[in-house]
């Protein structure tokens, strides 16, 4: 009976093979799967990309001084290299990721300018970006924390924020009367249009989670420095008989100390 079976079976596939015409039909055309020569500009687009990706981690302050500068030099040392390449020796596929390329850092390039119109537009309300970004560039730097002179930098932002804050909630003057004293006080607020108002709020959102690494970071510094003295003041307490008590030590000295 199975081996009955079987040979039916095996009579069933033989006869039910298809053709080779209607087999092809499921391989693909393999003129399509021929590697044709790649770009030229290949390895050169690889590489902008590493370096931009390798800069925005390393300059991770947006907008900071250090940050604008950097990517400003990148773009234009990579448009001023590219301007060096033989457009006319690349093949089709070069030719394209050059001029995408080009594209590109001009694009880039225009955005760092309108930048820094929107942010020359902002500065009445924020005349203090820089400074705190700065704080934030030191920290990536890795340089050494100077509490005290971050404090000092945010003892005067705050100062001059509550100016500001000052300035732009005071009352302004009704229509037709008569100037007081504090209207010229309100004629000195800057004059700028909500669009620029919101935009300089999105800014102040943004240097918010930098602020408090950096005040971690003087806090931190600052109580090591403490420690630092406590632990010197206290050695030299164990070291130097003259730098504690005067009485108890001239009472050791004279034999027992004071009863």
């Known amino acids: 009976m199975l081996g009955a079976l079987t040979a039916a079976s095996v009579a069933s596939a033989q006869t039910s093979k298809p053709d080779a015409a209607s087999d092809s039909s499921t391989v693909p055309a393999l003129q399509t799967l021929v590697r044709q ?18 800069l925005a981690r390393r300059y991770d302050a947006i907008d900071s001084p ?40 001009t694009h880039e390039l225009a955005l760092l300018d309108r930048r820094d119109k929107m942010r020359r537009e902002a500065a009445p309300l924020l005349p203090f970006a820089d400074r705190l970004l700065a704080l934030q560039d030191a920290r990536r730097d890795l340089q050494p924390v100077d509490p005290r002179a971050a404090a000092r930098t945010l003892f005067n932002v705050a100062r001059q924020v509550d100016s500001l804050r000052a300035v732009l909630d005071a009352p302004s003057p ?8 504090g209207a ?41 420095r403490a420690h630092r ?31």
Do not use: C, I
Not at 45 to 53: I, K, L, P, Q, S
């Open 229 to 259: 003295v406590r632990a010197h003041a206290a050695g030299k307490d164990r070291r130097d008989p003259h730098s504690g008590d005067p009485g108890r030590w001239r009472g050791a000295r004279n034999g027992g100390g004071q009863q």
């Open 66 to 105: 250090e940050q604008r500068a950097r990517m400003r030099a990148f773009y234009g040392g990579w448009k001023a290299r590219l301007g060096e390449v033989d457009f006319a020796k690349l093949g089709q596929e070069g030719r394209v990721d050059y001029v995408l390329l080009d594209h590109y850092l």
């Open 174 to 181: 009704a229509a037709g009367a008569k100037p007081a004293a």
């Open 184 to 224: 010229a006080r309100h004629s000195s607020a800057p004059a700028v249009t909500k669009t620029v108002a919101n935009r300089a709020a999105e800014v102040l959102r943004r240097l918010r989670p930098g602020l408090l690494l950096v005040a971690q970071g003087s806090v931190r510094e600052a109580q090591r």
């Open 37 to 54: 020569p790649g770009s030229e500009m290949a390895a050169v687009v690889e590489r902008f990309d590493a370096d931009r990706d390798a």
